[in-house]
């Protein structure tokens, strides 16, 4: 068991660029969500795949945020034009299916906009 | 009223103390409740799972379930500095996303 696996741990870029991270579940679990973390604040639901299939996006992710899980596995989540206000931490966790399933979380993603 | 609420703190305690955290939440719906502890600047780490009313044992930490008055919360026993981080209560919503409180903070001083 290797665990989530995020990359990369931190990303430094200026406001107007676009920015991809990457997620590597668990191998065995179907399940993979993105959740964004801001300072003091517990970490707030972004999306959701069961497999390739996309099955949730919160109200907060913009039409500048876009996931994907192409084929079932790794993950990507892509901020486009980024701005002040999307300086956090991403974090990324997988499952296996059901809602009493625990997630597990990879050491997550740092963004911050200049 | 927030999904889930949690009191922020810090909490502090002296080691060897027991340090009592506490959450309540809306959703009367909820089946299950994670409770994960974060240390600053790193991701949440899993440390208990109750799926039924009543208390769960695992080592220095008992959960304990109260559907009907929608109340959570965690006690760590013989708390030592090692356990001061923020301690997250998510219940599950339907499709399964968590829904994190605030988190409480709690400080345990040697």
């Known amino acids: 068991d290797t665990g989530v696996s995020q990359d990369p741990r931190h990303k430094i870029t200026k406001r107007g660029q676009n920015v991809t991270f990457r997620c590597d579940p668990i191998?065995?679990?179907?399940?993979l969500y993105w959740y964004r973390q801001t300072l003091g604040q517990g970490p707030e639901f972004l999306t959701y795949f069961q497999n390739e299939a996309q099955l949730e996006k919160s109200r907060l992710l913009s039409d500048r945020f876009s996931a994907e899980r192409p084929k079932g596995s790794f993950s990507t989540l892509e901020i486009q034009r980024t701005e002040q206000g999307d300086s956090a931490m991403y974090l990324c966790?997988?499952?296996?299916?059901?809602?009493?399933?625990?997630?597990?979380f990879g050491d997550g993603t740092r963004l911050s906009i200049l | 009223q927030k999904e889930v609420e949690q009191n922020s703190g810090p909490l502090s305690v002296p080691e060897g103390a027991i340090a009592s955290l506490n959450c309540t939440y809306s959703d009367r719906g909820s089946q299950s409740f994670f409770w994960y502890r974060q240390y600053s600047g790193k991701s949440p780490e899993l440390i208990m799972s109750?799926?039924?009313?009543g208390d769960k044992e695992d080592g220095r930490f008992t959960a304990q379930l109260n559907k009907a008055s929608q109340y959570v919360s965690l006690l760590i026993r013989d708390s030592q500095p090692s356990d001061s981080a923020t301690y997250l209560c998510a219940p599950p919503g339907n499709t399964g996303k968590l829904i994190f409180g605030q988190g409480t903070t709690l400080q345990v001083k040697p």
């Open positions: 109750i799926y039924s009313n």
């Open positions: 966790a997988s499952s296996f299916p059901g809602s009493n399933q625990p997630q597990h």
């Open positions: 191998s065995e679990h179907n399940r």
